[in-house]
């Protein structure tokens, strides 16, 4: 199965999600930046990336938008406290999204529908 990189400023959140997909079989890695993403997107492949939509160092669109130019066919979820996101999300590339506060439930929705699991 492919890798998931969470992408989160919170580090309680990036420690929650990679513990959950660890326990689920899915072996998971963290970022706290954008900047961490993309150094870890050149060193190793993943087919997830769960992102937050507020970063230290920008946006997840712009997240978003560095992994299409890169042509990675990774999918993307996105993540976010904010209501009203969901039709942005998608037209910015996003497979799916997630509203917070995030639960077991939510997330492996998204998995199915994603087809990941």
Known sequence: MARVL???DEIDICILLTKY???KGIKAGYAL??????HKT???SYGLYIVDLNLTDGSGYDLI???KEMKSPAKIILITAYDGETKRAIENGADHFIQKPLSSK???QALQTI???
């Open 6 to 8: 969470v992408v989160d």
């Open 21 to 23: 997909l660890d326990g």
């Open 33 to 38: 930046s954008i900047k961490q993403a993309i």
């Open 42 to 44: 050149t060193v190793n």
């Open 65 to 67: 938008h560095k992994l």
């Open 106 to 108: 939510s997330i492996d």
């Open 115 to 117: 087809n990941f699991t």
